[in-house]
């Protein structure tokens, strides 16, 4: 039976850097601040919103909602983008995504300052994860299944790591981080002949493929380890993971659950990049 | 004995093309314009820089050199890369890299215009390259690969692709349009373990890792399609490729030689952009 890997010993042993890391910026006078901008009132925005302002508020850092009308005018959504931008008290600003289908998200994406992009989303970020620039700020999913495997000490140098799923928000910039790290990584997606196949070669499989309980035992190598970036939610109300995973952690030598896996970790590093920035910020003073 | 996928077969195929859509702009009054931006006078540059204006000129395209000395200053050259960029005769800029050491060539990628910008190399480029979006423009090597698969009607969909190399030029983008075209992409490196094994799992294998004849014929799987980006100089003046062809070539289905394999290509792509640039720079007016 495999280990499970805990987003929340993770995020609780992050704490404990971001705390110390907090304290530092407040000696200097820095209060880190996040600012999160949302448009319309979804409920998955709300949910992740609630968790953020948690996490951020167990780590000292301050943290405000923009809430903008669903029907704004994109002349005024820019502005107060621009308005975070311009704002030295904000350190680090997070847009809700996708936005509503009237107005120009590539334009946001441009929009915003690259120094204060938490999640990875302006062409200069997406730039430099893509480098292995670490100056850039990689979308905060991507990097959280990073925090759980440096977490449980899984090596990732040299090792054979098949990522399903190609997304921009997970798939894509996670290859590359685990590239940056030296994995050989394969990147797998719905034409991918053979998936079973593939997956099973892999020493560590990333699901990001956003279909519920797709990876089977059969597809998992003995003694693998397995990360769930899924979230799929059933008709019931329930949520999945990419993984099912019962089979499969007979078969693993780690996996991630889902709930209370990768997904508990991406506030965590949204505090993490708040704090980089603030601290980056403070530092071209 | 596997088919020779010859670069200059490919490149003339382009040609036919590209001379129909050079002659499209000029009917429009439109004379396409590439200008080289040359820092000092190296002689791989020099040799690049003779191909590019014989290309040009066979495709009806302009092409003018701007040589700026080797000890220009960062604020002159930057001068000179912004006038390239407001000049509407010129649609389209290559800079030849590495730049001496003194220059800023991270400031460089981020002044030239990314409509201009023939290689692929300023930030909003290879993010659209990263994502999947074709209105970005790919470094030339990276393409030129793909214009040979298609040339030679290897079908890339689902199939499983090894890309041995991860650099910005070609590893990483290249990987990124394979993904594109719904290929299994594995990206490999000098810390891959087994390489051997890996590079045997390809159907279409791409050696782009700067080492003279390191992909051997044990590498490479039973009729599988090797493409060779490599280009090494031997003291005695030889090209070599990546791959030692005599030995793989009795194995692969298809196999492209070094010299006049992918390498003449690269300025049939760059003259494919050029047009691309100014066929879009007059749609914008």
Chains 1, 2 share one sequence.
Request: glycine fraction near 8%.
């Amino acid at each position: 039976m495999g280990i499970v890997m805990k987003g929340a010993d993770v995020a609780n042993a992050m704490k404990e850097e971001l705390l110390q890391r907090v304290a530092g910026l407040k000696e200097k006078g820095v209060s880190p601040c996040l600012a999160i901008l949302r448009v319309g009132a979804r409920p998955d925005d709300l949910a992740y919103e609630r968790g953020a302002k948690k996490r951020m508020e167990l780590l000292g850092i301050d943290c405000r909602t923009v809430e903008l009308p669903r029907d704004i005018r994109q002349e005024i959504f820019e502005e107060k983008l621009k308005e975070l931008n311009e704002d030295g008290r904000v350190h680090g600003i997070l847009l809700f995504r996708p936005l509503p289908g009237h107005l120009n998200e590539e334009a946001a994406k441009r929009i915003v300052d690259p120094g204060k992009d938490m999640d990875g989303m302006c062409p200069a970020n997406v730039a430099k994860v893509f480098a292995g620039d670490d100056t850039g700020y990689a979308p905060c999913t991507a990097e959280a299944v990073i925090e759980l495997l440096d977490h449980y000490k899984i090596p990732l140098s040299g090792k054979r790591v098949v990522v399903v799923g190609r997304s921009m928000v997970v798939g894509r910039p996670l290859s590359m981080l685990l590239l940056k790290r030296h994995a050989t990584v394969t990147i797998c997606h719905t034409r991918t002949r053979d998936l079973p196949g593939v997956c099973r070669e892999a020493e560590i499989l990333v699901a990001a493929a956003g279909k519920a309980r797709m990876i089977t035992q059969d597809m998992v190598g003995e003694q693998a380890v397995v990360a769930d970036v899924g979230i799929n939610v059933d008709e019931e109300g329930n949520m999945w993971g990419d993984v099912d995973f019962e089979t499969v952690q007979e078969q693993a030598s780690h996996i991630s659950p889902v709930p209370r896996g990768v997904g508990s970790i991406t506030t965590s590093v949204l505090a993490k990049h708040v704090v980089q920035a603030a601290e980056r910020q403070t530092d071209n003073e």
